[in-house]
């Protein structure tokens, strides 16, 4: 079993920073690829950024100059830096990993339970 769990959610005036973390534990063999989400009510989820094993990542383009995702391989964990917050990144976060476990030893994608992040104007 694996488990992701996120925290540093929490309520922001506009301009404010956040950062995000989220750690990996279980039956951990090798971490792939970690991202960020987010899904706002009535809104389908949406990646906000990635991040590979090698280092190279990808943030959608209504977040660059803005946020930055970074991770720590050796603790399986990933962090989202938010600065300059808007309004409209108001939404629940949520973290994700592409994992091979160790038994039995497949790859599989897994998801953390979500943190709030608001945003107020």
């Known amino acids: 079993q694996v488990q992701l769990v996120e925290s540093g959610g929490g309520l922001v005036q506009a301009g404010g920073s956040l950062r995000l973390s989220c750690a990996a534990s279980g039956s951990i063999f090798v971490t792939y690829d970690m991202s960020w989400y987010r899904q706002a009510p009535g809104n389908q989820r949406e990646l906000v950024a990635s991040i590979t094993r090698g280092g190279s990542t990808n943030h959608v383009d209504s977040v660059k100059g803005r946020f930055t995702i970074s991770g720590d391989y050796a603790k399986n964990t990933v962090y989202l830096q938010m600065n300059s917050l808007k309004p409209e990144d108001t939404a629940v976060y949520y973290c994700?990993?592409?994992?091979?476990?160790?038994?039995?030893?497949?790859?599989?994608?897994?998801w953390g339970q979500g943190t709030q992040v608001t945003v107020s104007s």
């Open positions: 994700s990993a592409r994992i091979r476990t160790r038994i039995p030893g497949s790859i599989d994608k897994y």
